[in-house]
């Protein structure tokens, strides 16, 4: 059976490089499989990897922000920025979710185009679900919008042989009501999804915001902030020291065994904890086995601020379903790379509260830790738009794999890019 993920695949269309790419499982596409809790995308530079993770960030943005301030927001420049050069068509997302195990998967649809005042604007909206016991066929739109306009149908869907009757009797008998959006700019799931009649898209709602996307920069996370504890580390890191503050003092057992981990991966790190200063900021101190005094921050490393930051946030006791990382191996030693790995796939095996992890990387001896299915190849094609194959649908590489050949050898070899 397959290990559980929340996101099992998705569909980009027009969005900066990725002109039509797609990853993973959709409605459908059911012979094809689903992406795996460990997802790490590899490409050479240029070849669409930021763009893919931005997609994302993008995505999350046009739900809390709505769409017109997500095009210029983190640098985007707008929407002609970001619409791949060229092509028709407006910007389109199909995600293929599933809320947990148990659960019909759901399929959301959004398309952002221009309206005629070349501003940007939810062209189209939907999200679907086959019935129970409907295993083919076109899946039921309980949510539809096209250009604000449309219908929404009430109920919920968690899996359960009771709800799933209701709900048919509720659609079959067209429980639905209209829906007309006052703002194009804000996606339909923002607005329903707040509503208590509309669990289904509260959830999908819930799980969106609950997206994590890290940018670790080792020198924000050396900047000196404010004391005060904060659950989780923000997107850049430097609000580091403030959740250790929080893992000191509300999860005190789980901090004690980063702790231990960490010396475990990091020989001489004694004890790491916070120190307020009088004016009121947090220093983030490092104890050393080899020397008297502490460190601090700011005299660390880059690489092991980097890893003591990935532990925290993974170490999370409610973790965020969903978390994106780009380019985790800067300024780390090629031999953590592995062990990174491993604890990255053993979060992803938690149980109910286990994160799906998705990284994107340009170094082979991460991608020697991984086995094929959970690579994808980015390449860029003569028409400057990117392509992606899963490593695992290459049979040579596939094969050469199976005889113990590190797939991070056979990418630095340039096997994985010829074998498009």
């Not at 290990?3 to 993973?24: E, S, Y």
């Not at 739900?63 to 301030?69: K, M, T, Y």
Request: net charge neutral; aromatic share 10%; glycine share 8%.
């Amino acid at each position: 059976m397959d290990q559980f993920v929340h996101i099992q695949g998705i569909k980009i269309k027009n969005f900066k490089a990725l002109k039509n790419v797609t990853l993973g499982r959709l409605w459908n596409t059911q012979d094809t499989h689903q992406l795996t809790p460990l997802t790490v995308v590899i490409g050479k530079n240029g070849t669409g990897k930021s763009s893919l993770m931005d997609a994302f960030g993008f995505l999350a943005d046009c739900l809390i922000h709505g769409v017109e301030s997500a095009c210029d927001i983190n640098g985007r420049g707008g929407y002609e920025k970001i619409h791949s050069l060229g092509t028709p068509g407006p910007i389109e997302f199909e995600i293929y979710y599933k809320e947990n195990r148990n659960s019909r998967p759901i399929t959301y649809e959004v398309a952002i185009d221009l309206d005629k005042e070349h501003r940007p604007y939810v062209l189209h909206e939907r999200l679907r679900q086959r019935r129970s016991g409907q295993s083919h066929g076109r899946p039921f739109s309980f949510l539809f919008l096209d250009e604000g306009e449309g219908r929404v149908w009430k109920g919920n869907a968690d899996g359960t042989q009771e709800d799933d009757v209701k709900n048919i009797l509720r659609e079959e008998s067209n429980d639905s009501e209209a829906v007309s959006m006052d703002d194009k700019r804000k996606l339909g799931i923002a607005t329903l999804g707040a509503l208590k009649a509309h669990p289904r898209i509260a959830a999908f709602r819930k799980f969106i915001e609950g997206w994590y996307l890290s940018y670790f920069i080792p020198d924000a996370a050396r900047s000196l902030p404010l004391a005060g504890a904060q659950r989780r580390l923000n997107v850049h890191g430097d609000n580091l020291g403030n959740v250790v503050q929080f893992m000191e003092r509300d999860y005190p057992k789980e901090f004690h065994n980063i702790l231990i981990s960490i010396a475990n991966k990091i020989p001489g790190i004694r004890k790491i904890d916070t120190v307020k200063t009088p004016d009121g900021r947090l220093l983030l101190r490092f104890n050393d086995k080899g020397f008297k005094d502490p460190f601090y921050a700011q005299q660390m490393s880059d690489g092991t601020l980097k890893v003591f930051a990935y532990m925290i946030l993974l170490a999370d006791p409610t973790p965020p379903p969903f978390i994106c990382i780009e380019e985790p191996e800067n300024g780390l030693y090629h031999k953590l790379l592995e062990v990174l790995v491993e604890e990255l796939r053993l979060q992803t095996k938690r149980g109910k509260s286990s994160p799906q992890i998705f990284v994107t990387t340009h170094q082979p001896y991460l991608v020697d830790a991984l086995n094929p299915e959970e690579v994808w190849i980015l390449n860029k094609e003569s028409d400057g738009f990117s392509t992606i194959k899963r490593a695992s649908d290459i049979p040579l590489i596939k094969n050469l794999c199976n005889e113990g050949i590190p797939l991070g050898g056979l990418w630095y070899s340039n096997y994985l890019e010829e074998y498009k």
